[in-house]
């Protein structure tokens, strides 16, 4: 072997190494920025819980949503309007249009099951005539003789709404920088460093066949051929796990289906992934925040879950992919978890919100965990298409 070949070797490790600790740093900064964020969703936390002392309301409507009773000190913080004499008023009166049919069904759904308080958010009209977003707690006590109708807890949720605006914009900044980041990572390692790779693994299998018997040099060239091995497949894997090559090559279907298969092969859990025959077509950000769903999801079943199996679903219906990760482990309490410990729980959360899904986190303990994920494709005509608070997801009920 020559030591121009020798030196080839020796630069391509250096290479190597000074990826692997871009990757590390590259990683360092994404957990530092998730606890910035964390910081920060504990600080809106804390806002909140003042707003609610300070700016909140009570309202009694009956049945048909006519109100029975509104303090003026209350409608006045919260609204900036007198109520007076509140007989004919009706609770729709202020509410955006978009937001009545909503707030109906919330009022019919209060009647039917009383037990269950109602959580909502609507749009009103404040004093000023701009529109303002209250949220709003719905509790049946039509039962009770001393209060004889719905009541309604209302606040004010404009700023904090501001707020939440605030943090998703510094959290899609974050996860776009990371992106790009790990884009041009896994395009050096594909093709810079994947070629020299290849070149060195040609030459080096070369020279084997030349040299014959087994002499010393050629049991070296062999161990050489094989430490050129290792690095190929470690370059591999990293460019999986940064995901964009093999994402945008093979489909997200074929890409998750192989995420899964090396899962098990990596982890020694039983790993089952359920997809269409076909893949889905999805635009670039559903297909990337789909992936690093999933990703984040099977890390989470290898570092905390003890699992022996993993069920992975993917499908689509009516313009939404539909992602599920279902594992047999301890499972957790998820009144229990602190900030700390849930950054990829919540990582999983803010990449579908930034792309206009939703993730729900089913666990409890000793029953394992189940994470749903429904993320609107946009890919063919469904630009309309979101999952957002105001629709089905948003009468959430308490408790």
């Given at each position: 072997?020559?030591?121009?070949?020798?030196?080839?070797?020796?630069?391509?490790?250096?290479?190597?190494?000074?990826?692997?600790?871009?990757?590390?740093?590259?990683?360092?900064?994404?957990?530092?920025?998730?606890?910035?964020?964390?910081?920060?969703?504990?600080?809106?936390?804390?806002?909140?819980?003042l707003v609610e002392r300070v700016a909140s309301g009570i309202?009694?409507?009956?049945?048909?949503?006519?109100?029975?009773?509104?303090?003026?000190?209350?409608?006045?913080?919260?609204?900036?309007?007198?109520?007076?004499?509140?007989?004919?008023?009706?609770?729709?009166?202020?509410?955006?249009?978009?937001?009545?049919?909503?707030?109906?069904?919330?009022?019919?759904?209060?009647?039917?099951?009383?037990?269950?308080?109602?959580?909502?958010?609507?749009?009103?009209?404040?004093?000023?005539?701009?529109?303002?977003?209250?949220?709003?707690?719905?509790?049946?006590?039509?039962?009770?003789?001393?209060?004889?109708?719905l009541v309604v807890s209302f606040r004010d949720a404009t700023?904090?709404?501001?707020?939440?605006?605030?943090?998703?914009?510094?959290?899609?900044?974050?996860?776009?920088?990371?992106?790009?980041?790990?884009?041009?990572?896994?395009?050096?390692?594909?093709?810079?460093?994947?070629?020299?790779?290849?070149?060195?693994?040609?030459?080096?299998?070369?020279?084997?066949?030349?040299?014959?018997?087994?002499?010393?040099?050629?049991?070296?060239?062999?161990?050489?051929?094989?430490?050129?091995?290792?690095?190929?497949?470690?370059?591999?894997?990293?460019?999986?796990?940064?995901?964009?090559?093999?994402?945008?090559?093979?489909?997200?279907?074929?890409?998750?289906?192989?995420?899964?298969?090396?899962?098990?092969?990596?982890?020694?859990?039983?790993?089952?992934?359920?997809?269409?025959?076909?893949?889905?077509?999805?635009?670039?950000?559903?297909?990337?925040?789909?992936?690093?769903?999933?990703?984040?999801?099977?890390?989470?079943?290898?570092?905390?879950?003890?699992?022996?199996?993993?069920?992975?679903?993917?499908?689509?219906?009516?313009?939404?992919?539909?992602?599920?990760?279902?594992?047999?482990?301890?499972?957790?309490?998820?009144?229990?978890?602190?900030?700390?410990?849930?950054?990829?729980?919540?990582?999983?959360?803010?990449?579908?919100?930034?792309?206009?899904?939703?993730?729900?986190?089913?666990?409890?303990?000793?029953?394992?965990?189940?994470?749903?994920?429904?993320?609107?494709?946009?890919?063919?005509?469904?630009?309309?298409?979101?999952?957002?608070?105001?629709?089905?997801?948003?009468?959430?009920?308490?408790?």
């Open positions: 072997m020559s030591n121009d070949q020798a030196v080839t070797g020796d630069n391509l490790m250096d290479e190597l190494g000074q990826l692997r600790l871009q990757v590390a740093d590259l990683e360092k900064r994404r957990r530092e920025q998730e606890e910035a964020v964390s910081r920060l969703e504990r600080s809106e936390q804390r806002f909140r819980s309202a009694i409507v009956d049945a048909e949503g006519r109100m029975l009773y509104v303090s003026n000190s209350d409608s006045w913080r919260v609204w900036r309007r007198r109520m007076g004499d509140v007989g004919g008023w009706d609770s729709y009166t202020f509410i955006h249009p978009s937001d009545r049919a909503r707030m109906a069904r919330n009022i019919r759904l209060s009647l039917q099951e009383p037990e269950k308080p109602i959580l909502a958010t609507y749009r009103a009209r404040h004093g000023d005539g701009t529109w303002h977003v209250v949220e709003t707690v719905l509790t049946n006590l039509t039962d009770d003789p001393k209060v004889g109708g700023e904090s709404k501001r707020t939440e605006r605030a943090l998703r914009r510094l959290s899609s900044q974050v996860l776009r920088a990371q992106e790009a980041e790990r884009g041009r990572i896994a395009l050096e390692l594909h093709d810079h460093v994947g070629s020299e790779l290849a070149f060195l693994e040609m030459e080096l299998a070369g020279l084997a066949r030349n040299l014959r018997g087994d002499c010393a040099s050629r049991r070296q060239v062999l161990e050489l051929l094989a430490v050129v091995g290792r690095i190929k497949n470690d370059c591999h894997q990293i460019v999986v796990s940064l995901g964009w090559r093999m994402l945008y090559e093979l489909g997200l279907v074929r890409s998750l289906e192989w995420y899964v298969e090396d899962f098990e092969r990596r982890t020694g859990i039983s790993s089952v992934i359920d997809t269409p025959t076909l893949d889905i077509e999805t635009d670039r950000a559903c297909a990337l925040a789909a992936y690093r769903i999933v990703q984040e999801a099977l890390a989470n079943v290898w570092k905390h879950s003890n699992a022996t199996q993993v069920e992975v679903s993917v499908r689509q219906k009516n313009g939404v992919l539909c992602l599920s990760v279902a594992d047999n482990g301890v499972g957790f309490d998820s009144a229990r978890l602190s900030q700390r410990s849930c950054l990829g729980l919540g990582g999983m959360k803010e990449r579908a919100m930034l792309v206009g899904g939703k993730v729900k986190i089913s666990s409890s303990t000793g029953k394992g965990t189940r994470i749903d994920a429904r993320l609107p494709n946009r890919c063919k005509g469904t630009l309309n298409h979101s999952i957002s608070q105001g629709e089905e997801d948003d009468n959430d009920t308490a408790g």
